[in-house]
Structure formats: structure tokens, C-alpha cells
């Protein structure tokens, strides 16, 4: 090949990664504005008034909260107790017992006196045998419904509580999660807050329990995570939650609600036909569904996003775990967008389909793919002698910057927002896992995407695989 | 050479832009830089939230107490308090000057008043005017930034400073929904006609949240007189209809049947729902014509509502509309509901057909087994039908059942259970079995049936008390025991105890006339109690229940029985109607027919049947029915607790046996007294011993006599240690004696009496201790207070002082409280005494 030509090929590689990275730049740098606005206002809007003065309103909307449980039994008990003290007057707790192996069934029925109850099933609707429903013979847990079923994954059982819920909205959360006690209330404040556009979900902030101290089923005190993992963890949430779906949520865009804690209005979940079954990525898929469901009506909805630090759960403590999780989102990412790809920059779902899907598609999918082409190349060029150094160092430094800056910039806002971590060394643990987190955390989040996608695109069968949660006692 | 010919240059596409590496090298720069800038701009925000935390902090320390001190500064305060005041108001008003003081003034005040209501919210009101912090807040009003006049608001607002009503009521339609929404809730909270102003001039959509607010703020103001809401039924704000219908239903003004039967017909469906809401809350039948013709038209979530509707008002004809509906209907919740309403209006018009295995009763299977829960249709309303109840019951699982994995289910249908009930053997299955087992667990039947009864049995008495005390009627306040909540007595209640042989049939010859009572030891216990207390009397003589009212005596209900049953005859129509026969140990209780209060009613010498009866006020009447005189040679004393408390047959045999009888004869009339009598009968030997060893330390007349009685005690253990023992005591009591008239000369009495109001030996209802001549004189409470000042008597006036109890208690002397005064209060201190017995 003309030696010309080669080289030409070889600078445009370096400009699409150049555009590339820059793109990202100016994307994380909008974003970082707008979650600043949406910030800024959220925070003005919520410096007056009192939730809990609405706790008992006779208008208060009823909301029933599920929590599927597979083989849960060690903190299952502690779990449903945390969950049966929130500060709100309408709501249930259904507890969905997906074909637990152990227990989890024995310990329910035990602890709150549980008792079969009959219920008709709609026939047509199509999810795993339900063994039998439980309440509880004592006036003190009428709040709690035990649902046990044939196992089917999580999604399932979530449909199962959808479907069994006589509320007008419903949450699914995960189990062990704890959730503060005026939670409900901001959540009924997102979905009714609106008079002009209907508010079919509100999503939450997961912040990681990891390491604090809980008693009673309150958070009684906030810690940084002992381990390093879960403290890389932090940084990443805390600049995901702050300024990314916040940003999106400025936007109207939001595209994801984590399955450890979303709220659903239960009429559009169940016209949507609920979650997916067939994806790991259920939590994504829904919110995709139920997004296309509104447009395809021309109805005019919103997402909301909560801010506020109302869900905490314990992230994975090791390696192995970690990878096995992000393994699982990255193929949900994936089968979702396979699934909605008729969306890649379709003007009809407008911002959907123009900035939302595109993001994550390039931003979300593809960039672990292009992070390792990178990888390949600069091996590759520095091998053959043809690696451009001084832009290659360059190029390294401007990215790592950026990363910094922007990991800082999560951290001043956490502080702006909540300052939960009082203590100044906490904040400065945190900076230093911040300059270090590309050169640790990142390359095996992204190793783990990686392998995600190969699974999903070579079709390597794997589930959800297990995650071993060391447990903090909520009761 | 090709070069040098060639009209074409180089191609342009090909040329690479050239990448300038500095360009790379000062965004890398710019990065840094910013990420040192919020490096350091965290650590400034920490310190500066941190700095003015603990300034305000210091500063609410400050104040705080201020405020408290003029919160509740009195008009009447004297003139140092006066001069603290006026210097502490100097004082804040110079601090005042400051800013931030204002600032942290507002924030105390504001949170004071989320704590504080009435008075002492009007009053930090008037301090927040007084101290010109409500101009602050004027002003923040004409602020450009949404924030700041929402929060002006919201100030004006908590602390209800009314004369803002005015300026904020033209923010309702405020195109920024924040202060929109903030003056809303200020019209609505500052002025009771508020809430017209809002729902008249409102313009634009309420949310769902603000509507719940404004309800919220609605329902805390204080003597709030809603307008009638149908006013705006008309509006053409959808979102005001909506409101003023959750308004109608909320202060259930059910004077807008028309329209809200016209509103079922509107597009809008939430205002439909709530209209149906409406109709249902209010039993609007003539909607009903209305709900059929709409139904067909709407969604599911409104065909719900209307279902649900016709379920709970429609009747039999409306059946049919239903019938055909469920045959349409294609969504299984509507489906469902459907069912629902027809059930409700005709319980078991439906019934469940899924998984029921209809065979007939096998013989040779006679077990049979619950299985999964049917599904049940109707809802918890839906009364089942005597029919069906069997049916339904059968569906409820057992507590063993719900403990397990469902099996496929087998439910025996009515067909089987005859067959099976007239099965040869007799035997009921398993599932009928577990059924009323269920019930049992559920309900708890026995164990709420006592605690209810404790509860009534307290809340009665406590009653009694407060009716007595507030009662302007002397003639009520003594002997009227509405105890007609209790159950009565007959004879087969106590038939149910006739296992124990050595009790005489006659004793046991009791029934109940309308309630069961044998099995409710607490009844028995308090039963008892009240008994043992009437004993008392009888023991302590003649208890008078006539207290002089005018030139009358009026009968006070509970007679004495420590008479003789020649008293019976000597004055029967007398309110004073002594029951006691020491003689032969006879006890009767007869009521006076013209008393109120509890009558006790023994059989007259013309009445030899004999019949033991606590006359109940109203219909209600515990009757005993004792046998023949004779017969009933024990007190009735043993034939309560005999009966009652006796549950092991041997302890029975042992009481009843000739020498326990003769052992209690020979105690006679103190010797039950003994708290150690009690105890006796449930302690064996050793017990005995060593509660005697204990009788020194604490006993008195009563111990002797009971000391007495167990001298003739078959056990020689007993026997002994109570020959040696009585002895000590009755040494130890003379000596006590002689101490006390030793003190009884010295002594003043803190009050006297006018004179004695009753003959010897009889007491009055209320009475206090007096003492006359140095002897103790007993009377009616109110009798010592009322005759110096003539004013109506009101035992809350009463001004108690301390005495010293007198050693002898008046009952001991034969003097004897009331009924009303100490009946009652010596049901209720039984354990008090109990306890002080043991304390010693």
C-alpha cells in the first residue's frame, strides 16, 4: 500500500478518535450543566414545605410496593420489617417469594402470621403458577402481601406483583434495599405533581449502604465504604446520579430506572404488558416500552427522577461479583437496544430517538468496544513504529484531566446537594479514587461490559448468576 | 512524468487535517485547572456550610430563649417581670438590626409555630408583627425570583399574618407555578372565604399534589365552615370540578345529587370517577338509571367505579343490566367486578367453579382435605347467605393448611357433608373439623370474650364512680350499680361443674339464664369479689343502705347481711332490709323492689324454696338459685368460690370433706377475713407452715380468729403450730391496743361532724370518717361538707386533708361503709390490700 495512503488512514483514525472523545467532552459537559439547573431548581422548589403533613391525607393515592425474593432467607424477616415503617398511610407491601430453595416462605409465614387467602388470577395473564397468597392474620402487618410462585426471574415475579396490585401505583424494588422513611412520599409528590403531562414513572438515586451504620431500619449513620471496590462504586454512582440521569431527566430523556428502586403507574406497566421476561435488562426495557406506549398515543407524559437520597443497597464486594453484574447490564443494554432499535435516530420519538437512544448506544454500548480497539491499536502501532507519541500522550493526559474533573466535579456536587460524608477525609478518599479509578476501576468495568456483549453476541448462555450480599441488619 | 502532465492536483479529501497536539495539551491544561478550582471550591462550600451552620446555631441559641420569654410574657406579670420584659424587647430589637438575626429570628419562629397551636400560635404571631419581620417578608414579595416570593409566601403564610391575604390571593394565577402554587395554599389557609376566591378566580390546571394540599390546609383551619361546594360543579376548570368533588365528598354534603348525576356523563373521566365516588358515598339511588346508560361508553378503570356503584345500591332488577355485562365484558377486572356487584346485591348468586371436584361423599374416604384457597369473587362486604355459609366456610383454609404447599384442591360440597353427617360412625371429618378450629384461632373467642369483659367490667365501674360523683341526686350516688352488662346466673352453667361429687347438688343447682358465665373465670373472679365483699357486711353486721334525704329515708340498694332473717319479716317493705341469719349461717340476698341500685334478694321465711338473686337494674338480673335452707348450711362464701374456683377435683374432695368444713364453721365470721384464709386453700402443707411462720409479722384480730379456727385442724402440724402462734398474737395484739388508746386520748381530730346522721351501726353511702365524742362516726361524704356551707355538693371541691388512719378500721367495729363509697372501691382495691398484706 502507498505509504501515503497509509498514513492518511492512519491520521483519520486518530480523528474519529479525537471526535470521538471530544463528542463525549461536550456531551459530559452538557450534562454536567444541565444537572446543575435541574439541581439548582429541585433544590429551590423543595426548601419549603412539609411532606409528612400529607402522610395521612384521605387523598393520598394507594401505592403498593414489590420486592421479589429468591432464596432471601437470612434477612428476609428484617428486610419486609423496614419496609412496613415507612411514613405513608396507602401502601402494601407485596413480597413476591419467586421458588425460594430455602426458607424465605417458612421464616414469612412465621414472623408475620401469615395465612393462605383466596384470590382469583386472571387467567390470560402469563407468568409462572402462583402457589398461594398470604396476609397476615395480625391487624399490625395488613400492610403485607406474601406472594409465592413458581420461580421464573426476577422479572417475573415483579409481574406477578403488577398484575396482583389493586393500586394505582406500583414500586419494584429489591428486597434489600432500605428505603428512608419519608420515600413514599416523595414519590407521590413526583407523580402528582404535574397537571399537565402524566407521570407514568419516577426513578430514584441508589446510594450505597455499603459500611453504614443502620439500626431500626434507619440509616443512623452515613460511611464511606470500607472496601475499595465499593468506594470506586460510590464515585461511579454519585456521578451517574447526580449529573447524568439527572441531566436526562432535565431533558425529559431518561431511558433507565433502576430495578433496585422504580415506581410505575400500574395501568401503563400492565397496557405494556409488564417486564420483559426475556432480558436481563428488564429494568431498562420497561421504561423503553412504556416510553413508546405513551408516544405511540400522542399522550403527553413525563419520567420524573428523584434526586434525593431515598434507596441504599450494598454494592458487590469483590471482583467476581462485580464483573458478573456488569456483565448482566451490558447484555441488558444490549438486547435492549436491539430490541428498540427501530428508535436509532427515529425524529418520530424525538428526543428518545435523536439523543437518548443514540447515547446510549454509542456512549453506553459501543464505547467499551472502541476503548479496546483503542487498546489494540496503540499496541499494535507501537509494535509496527508507527505510534504518534506525542499525540498519543497527549490525547492521554487530555482524557484522564477531563475524567478527573469531572469525577471532582460529581463530588462538589454531592457536597452542594447533601454533604452526606461529613468527614473532610472522606472527601479527599474520594479524590484519590478519583485520579485513580481509570487506571483500576475502569478497565474492569469496561472488561466486563466486554465480555457481556461477547456472551450476548456469540450467544454464550448466562442468567444473572448470583450475587453473595454480605447483608446489613435493617431491623 | 505523469506529474508533470497532470491537469489533476492532489486530491483534497486525502489531505489530513492536521491535529495540533497543543490544542490537546491546553484542553489538558483547562482540565486540570478546573479540577483544582473544584477541589478547592468543595472544601470552601464544607467550610462555609459548616461556618454558617454553627453561626446560626449560636445565634438560635441566642434568641431562642428570647422568644420563648415573650411567648409567655402575662399581662399580669409583676413589675420586675415587666421591666425583664420591656429591657429583653430593647434588647431583640437591637439585635434586630443585624441581618442574619432577622433571618434566624424567622427560622426560630417558623419552626416554633410547626410545634405550637391556639393561643400561643396567635401570640408568636403578634411577635412577628410586633417586631416588623412581616415587612421583610412584604418585601420579599416584590422579589423578581420565584424562589424568594414563594418563600415570602410561605412566611406571611405559617405565620398567619392576614392583612398579606390581600397582596398574596393576586399571586393565584401567577404564571409561575411555584408561586402559583404557594398562594393558593395561603388564600385558602390565611382566610376561611379563601377557598372561594380560589376556586371562583383559578385559571389554571390544579395538580393532583396541590389539590391534596389545599385539602390538607383546609381540614387544619380552625373553625372552618365549608361553603357548599356544588357552587362549583359548573366550573369549567375540569381540575375545579374535580377539587369541589372531593370537596363534597370529603365534608359529605350530599346536596348536589343532580349535578353529580349529570357529571357521570362528562368526558372527563376522573371527573366522572369522582361523581360515581360521590353517588356511592351518598347512596344516590336515582343515579342508577344514569350509571347503566354510561357504562357501556367508558374505560375499565370507570366501569369499575360504576360497578362498584351498582353492586352496593343496586337490587334484584338490576341484575340483569349485570348479567349481560359480564357476558360482554372482555377485560377480566371489569369481569370480575362485575361478578362482584352481582354478588353483592344477591349474596351467592355466583359461586366459584374453578378447580371445585363436585363428586359425592365417599363412605370409605371419609377424610377429606383442604386444598388451595377457592377464589372468592365477592368481596369482604358480600354477607354469604345462610345457605352458603357452610360452602364458605369450607373455603377458609386451616392454620395447618396455610403453613403448607397447597395441595389441588378437594372441597367437600354440601352433598358430602350430610352424607357424612349421617354417617354411621358419627365422626366429623378433618375439614369440618378445622373449620370452626379456624374460627376459634381467629377470633380467639374465650380470650376475647374475658379481656372484653374485663374491659367492659372496668369501664361499668369506673362509670359508676364518675356517675356518682358527678350526680346532682344524692339519692343516685350510693347503691346504683348498673351492672346490667353482666351476664345472669341460672342453673345450667353451674350443671357443667357437677363432676365434683362431693358438692352438694343443691349448691349446684345454678343455671344461667342468657349467658354462660362458667366458663369465664374472670367474671367469676370479679363475681366473687363482689360477693366476698358482701360477706363482709354480713359480717360486720347490720349495714344500713338508707340515708335521710328530707324527712325520708331512701334505700340505698345494697342491704346488710349480717341480720338475721327475722329481719326480713319484720320490715320487708323497709328500705333497710338486713339479710344476714347468723344463726344458721344462712345468707340471703334480697333486693328492695323500689331500690335502684343492686338488690339482693333471699328467700323470706314464706319463700322456702330459696332463691339467692343480685337484682340487676333493668331486665338483667343475676339470680342464683340457692337450695332449702337447710341444705345451704355453708356460707355463701364457700358456694361462690366453691363453685367457681375449684377446679381439681381432689382439692374439692379436701375442702369439702366434714373436717374442712368444720375447720371454716369454726373460724365463723372473721376467720375468712384472713388474707392467709385464701391462701390456705390453695397451699398444701408445707406452704401452710410457711405462711404461718409469716402470720405474726403482719396479723391482727382477723389472723387470731382465723389462728383459731386452725386449732381444731386435723393436721397435727397445723394444728400445733396454730395453737402456739395464736397465742403470740393475741399477746401481740393486746399489747397493740393498749398502745392505741394510749394515742387516741392524745389525739386532735382533725374534723368533726355536726352530729351522727345515722342510727347504730348503719352507714351511708359516701360517707367520710368522723369522729364524735371520740368515738369514730361514719357519714355521708357529703353530709360533712354540706351542711356548714349549704352550697351543692361537689366531691371534686372536696379539700382533702391527711389524717391518721385510725388502727381500727370503722368496718371492724361494726360500723360499716356504704355501698356506693366502699363496695365499689373495695372491688377495685382488692389487690391494692392484697399486695399491702404481703408488704406487711
Redesign the interface.
Known amino acids: 500500500m502507498d505509504s501515503g495512503l497509509y498514513n492518511v488512514i492512519l491520521e483519520y483514525i486518530n480523528i474519529v478518535f479525537l471526535m470521538f472523545t471530544l463528542a463525549l467532552f461536550i456531551i459530559f459537559s452538557t450534562m454536567g450543566y444541565l444537572s446543575t439547573r435541574n439541581s439548582i431548581h429541585y433544590k429551590k422548589k423543595n426548601s419549603f414545605g412539609d411532606l409528612t403533613r400529607i402522610m395521612a391525607s384521605p387523598m393520598a393515592p394507594g401505592i403498593t410496593i414489590i420486592a421479589p425474593a429468591f432464596n432471601e432467607g437470612l434477612t428476609i424477616v428484617q428486610n419486609i420489617r423496614s419496609l412496613l415503617s415507612l411514613q405513608y398511610v396507602n401502601y402494601e407491601v407485596m413480597v413476591v417469594n419467586d421458588g425460594s430453595t430455602d426458607d424465605t416462605l417458612e421464616k414469612m409465614i412465621a414472623a408475620y402470621d401469615l395465612e393462605l387467602v383466596p384470590r382469583e388470577i386472571d387467567p390470560d395473564w402469563m407468568s409462572k403458577p402462583i402457589r398461594g397468597i398470604y396476609k397476615s392474620k395480625q391487624r399490625s402487618f395488613s400492610k403485607l402481601t406474601v406472594i409465592d410462585k413458581f420461580n421464573g426471574g426476577k422479572s417475573d415475579a415483579l409481574n406477578t406483583g403488577i398484575h396482583l396490585s389493586e393500586n394505582k401505583y406500583v414500586g419494584c424494588i429489591d428486597v434489600d434495599c432500605l428505603l428512608m422513611p419519608d420515600a413514599l412520599l416523595h414519590v407521590v409528590k413526583s407523580f402528582f405533581q404535574r397537571s399537565k403531562k402524566r407521570v407514568i414513572a419516577v426513578g430514584g438515586v441508589i446510594r450505597i449502604a455499603n459500611s453504614c451504620r443502620i439500626a431500626g431500619g434507619m440509616l443512623e449513620e452515613i460511611r464511606l465504604p470500607a472496601n475499595w471496590l465499593a468506594r470506586f462504586q460510590l464515585l461511579e454512582y454519585t456521578r451517574s446520579f447526580l449529573l447524568g440521569r439527572m441531566a436526562w431527566g432535565r431533558l425529559d430523556s431518561l431511558l433507565i430506572i433502576s430495578g433496585a428502586f422504580g415506581f410505575f403507574d400500574r395501568e401503563i406497566a400492565v397496557a405494556v404488558g409488564g417486564y420483559d421476561t426475556k432480558t436481563v435488562g428488564e429494568d431498562m426495557e420497561i421504561v423503553f416500552r412504556m416510553r413508546r406506549y405513551m408516544h405511540d398515543r400522542h399522550e403527553p407524559y413525563t419520567i420524573e427522577y428523584l434526586p434525593d437520597p431515598l434507596c441504599w443497597t450494598e454494592v458487590p464486594e469483590t471482583v467476581q461479583m462485580l464483573v458478573s453484574q456488569r456483565d448482566r447490564w451490558a447484555r441488558g443494554n444490549l438486547e435492549t437496544l436491539f430490541k428498540h432499535k427501530d428508535m436509532f435516530f427515529n425524529s418520530k420519538y424525538g428526543r428518545l430517538g435523536l439523543l437518548s437512544y443514540p447515547y446510549w448506544f454509542f456512549y453506553e454500548w459501543l464505547a467499551p468496544i472502541l476503548e479496546l480497539t483503542g487498546l489494540i491499536s496503540i499496541v499494535l502501532f507501537f509494535y509496527l513504529g508507527i505510534l504518534n507519541v506525542d499525540f498519543f500522550i497527549a490525547m492521554t493526559f487530555m482524557v484522564y484531566t477531563f475524567a478527573i474533573m469531572f469525577s471532582f466535579y460529581a463530588i462538589l456536587w454531592e457536597v452542594y446537594m447533601y454533604n452526606q460524608y461529613t468527614r473532610t477525609k472522606d472527601i479527599l478518599i474520594l479524590m484519590i479514587y478519583a485520579l485513580a479509578e481509570p487506571f483500576v476501576f475502569h478497565p474492569l468495568v469496561s472488561y466486563a461490559a466486554l465480555r457481556g456483549n461477547g456472551k450476548k453476541l456469540f450467544n454464550v448462555h448466562s442468567g444473572w448468576g448470583t450475587i453473595t450480599r454480605r447483608g446489613f441488619s435493617k431491623a | 512524468m505523469f506529474s508533470d502532465f497532470s491537469t489533476y492536483h492532489s486530491i483534497p479529501l486525502?489531505?489530513?487535517?492536521k491535529?495540533h497536539?497543543d490544542l490537546?495539551?491546553d484542553?489538558?491544561f483547562l482540565?486540570?485547572g478546573?479540577?483544582l478550582v473544584?477541589?478547592l471550591?468543595?472544601?470552601f462550600?464544607?467550610n462555609k456550610?459548616k461556618k454558617n451552620g454553627q453561626e446560626v446555631a449560636r445565634r438560635k441559641k441566642e434568641l431562642g430563649p428570647m422568644i420563648s420569654n415573650f411567648l409567655f410574657y402575662e399581662e399580669d406579670a409583676t413589675n420586675s417581670e415587666k421591666v425583664e420584659y420591656f429591657n429583653l424587647k430593647l434588647e431583640i430589637r437591637e439585635l434586630l438590626k443585624d441581618d442574619l438575626n432577622r433571618k434566624v429570628l424567622v427560622e426560630i419562629l417558623l419552626d416554633l409555630q410547626?410545634d405550637i397551636a391556639g393561643d400561643a400560635s396567635r401570640r408568636l404571631s403578634d411577635l412577628y408583627r410586633n417586631l416588623g419581620l412581616h415587612l421583610d417578608a412584604f418585601e420579599l414579595l416584590k422579589s423578581r425570583r420565584w424562589?424568594v416570593v414563594?418563600?415570602g409566601i410561605?412566611e406571611l403564610t405559617q405565620l398567619h399574618v392576614e392583612e398579606s391575604y390581600g397582596f398574596i390571593r393576586k399571586f393565584i394565577n401567577h404564571k409561575r407555578g411555584?408561586i402559583r402554587n404557594?398562594a393558593q395554599l395561603a388564600t385558602v389557609s390565611l382566610k376561611h372565604e379563601g377557598i372561594n376566591y380560589f376556586l371562583d378566580t383559578n385559571k389554571?390546571?390544579?395538580?393532583?399534589?396541590?389539590?391534596?394540599?389545599l385539602?390538607?390546609e383546609i381540614r387544619n383551619l380552625e373553625n372552618f365552615k365549608p361553603p357548599r361546594f356544588r357552587a362549583w360543579l359548573t366550573s369549567r376548570n375540569n381540575?375545579v370540578v374535580v377539587f369541589a368533588l372531593?370537596l363534597i365528598k370529603?365534608y359529605k354534603q350530599n346536596d348536589a345529587n343532580a349535578s353529580l348525576i349529570e357529571l357521570v356523563k362528562h368526558r372527563n373521566n376522573q371527573i366522572k370517577i369522582e361523581a360515581i365516588e360521590c353517588i356511592k358515598e351518598f347512596c344516590v339511588l336515582e343515579a342508577m338509571d344514569t350509571l347503566k346508560a354510561v357504562y357501556g361508553k367508558c374505560n375499565a378503570?370507570v366501569k369499575i367505579e360504576i360497578l362498584d356503584a351498582i353492586g352496593q345500591m343496586g337490587e334484584e332488577e338490576d341484575i340483569e343490566f349485570l348479567r349481560k355485562a359480564e357476558k360482554k365484558e372482555v377485560n377480566?377486572?371489569v369481569r370480575?367486578k362485575v361478578i362482584s356487584a352481582i354478588n353483592c346485591i344477591t349474596p351467592g348468586t355466583i359461586l366459584?367453579t374453578?378447580d371445585i371436584i363436585s363428586t359425592s361423599f365417599p363412605e370409605e374416604e371419609p377424610e377429606t382435605e383442604v386444598g388451595?384457597?377457592?377464589?372468592?369473587?365477592c368481596d369482604d362486604r358480600v354477607d354469604p347467605p345462610p345457605g352458603d355459609t357452610e360452602m364458605q366456610e369450607e373455603?377458609i383454609?386451616s392454620?395447618a393448611?396455610?403453613?403448607k404447599?397447597?395441595q389441588p384442591l378437594e372441597v367437600m360440597d354440601e352433598a358430602d357433608e350430610e352424607a357424612f353427617k349421617s354417617s354411621p360412625t358419627g365422626e366429623v371429618s378433618d375439614a369440618t373439623e378445622e373449620i370452626p378450629g379456624e374460627w376459634e384461632l381467629?377470633l380467639d373467642l374465650e380470650n376475647e370474650d374475658t379481656e372484653i369483659f374485663e374491659i367492659c367490667f372496668m369501664e361499668e365501674l369506673l362509670d359508676i364512680l364518675s356517675e356518682a360523683a358527678s350526680s346532682e341526686d344524692p339519692a343516685q350516688l350510693v347503691g346504683v350499680l348498673p351492672l346490667d352488662f353482666l351476664p345472669m346466673v341460672t342453673e345450667e352453667a353451674v350443671k357443667q361443674e357437677n363432676r365434683f361429687p362431693s358438692i352438694p347438688e343443691a349448691i349446684l343447682d345454678l343455671e344461667v339464664i342468657s349467658e354462660e358465665v362458667a366458663e369465664d373465670a374472670k367474671f367469676r373472679l370479679e363475681l366473687d369479689s363482689m360477693l366476698q365483699r358482701i360477706r363482709v357486711m354480713e359480717e360486720t353486721g347490720e349495714v344500713s343502705l338508707s340515708q335521710p334525704y328530707g324527712d325520708r329515708e331512701i334505700n340505698l340498694g345494697v342491704i346488710g347481711m349480717g341480720q338475721h332473717n327475722e329481719d326480713l319479716l319484720v320490715a320487708p317493705a323497709d328500705p333497710e332490709i338486713p339479710l344476714n341469719s347468723a344463726a344458721d349461717d344462712r345468707q340471703t340476698i334480697e333486693a328492695h323492689p323500689d331500690s335502684t341500685g343492686l338488690h339482693t334478694c333471699g328467700p323470706k321465711n314464706d319463700e322456702p324454696s330459696g332463691e339467692i338473686q343480685l337484682l340487676l337494674p333493668g331486665k338483667d338480673e343475676l339470680a342464683v338459685q340457692h337450695p332449702s335452707p337447710e341444705v345451704f348450711s355453708e356460707p355463701l362464701f364457700y358456694l361462690t368460690e366453691d363453685v367457681t374456683e375449684i377446679t381439681a377435683t381432689d382439692e374439692l374432695e379436701t375442702y369439702a370433706s366434714p373436717e374442712a368444713k368444720q375447720q371454716d364453721m369454726a373460724a365463723t365470721d372473721t376467720a375468712y377475713l384472713s388474707i392467709f384464709h385464701e391462701l390456705f386453700r390453695r397451699a398444701d402443707t408445707e406452704s401452710k407452715l410457711i405462711l404461718l411462720d409469716e402470720i405474726l409479722a403482719v396479723g391482727d384480730e382477723k389472723e387470731l380468729h382465723f389462728l383459731i379456727a386452725l386449732t381444731t385442724s386435723p393436721n397435727k402440724a397445723l394444728r400445733e403450730k396454730a395453737i402456739l402462734l395464736s397465742r403470740q398474737l393475741q399477746d401481740i395484739i393486746s399489747r397493740r391496743h393498749a398502745q392505741n388508746s394510749q394515742q387516741s386520748n392524745d389525739e386532735e381530730f382533725t374534723e368533726r361532724v355536726p352530729e351522727p346522721i345515722s342510727g347504730e351501726g348503719s352507714t351511708q353511702a359516701g360517707q367520710c370518717d368522723s369522729y364524735s365524742d371520740g368515738q369514730p362516726v361514719l357519714m355521708p361524704l357529703e353530709e360533712c361538707y354540706l351542711s356548714d356551707t349549704g352550697e351543692p355538693f361537689n366531691m371534686f371541691e372536696v379539700e382533702f386533708e391527711l389524717i391518721k388512719e385510725d388502727p381500727d378500721p370503722p368496718g371492724s367495729d361494726g360500723n360499716f361503709q356504704s355501698p356506693s363509697h366502699t363496695l365499689l372501691d373495695n372491688i377495685l382495691s382488692i389487690p391494692v390490700k392484697i399486695r399491702d398484706k404481703f408488704n406487711g
Open positions: 486525502i489531505t489530513v487535517p491535529i497536539t490537546l495539551w484542553f489538558t482540565f486540570t478546573l479540577g473544584y477541589f471550591v468543595v472544601f462550600f464544607r456550610l410547626k424562589e414563594s418563600r410561605l411555584v404557594q389554571y390546571q390544579i395538580s393532583e399534589w396541590q389539590q391534596l394540599k385539602l390538607d381540575d372531593r370529603f378503570e377480566f377486572l370480575s366459584p374453578k388451595p384457597p377457592i377464589p372468592a369473587i373455603l383454609p392454620p393448611d396455610s403453613m404447599i397447597p381467629l
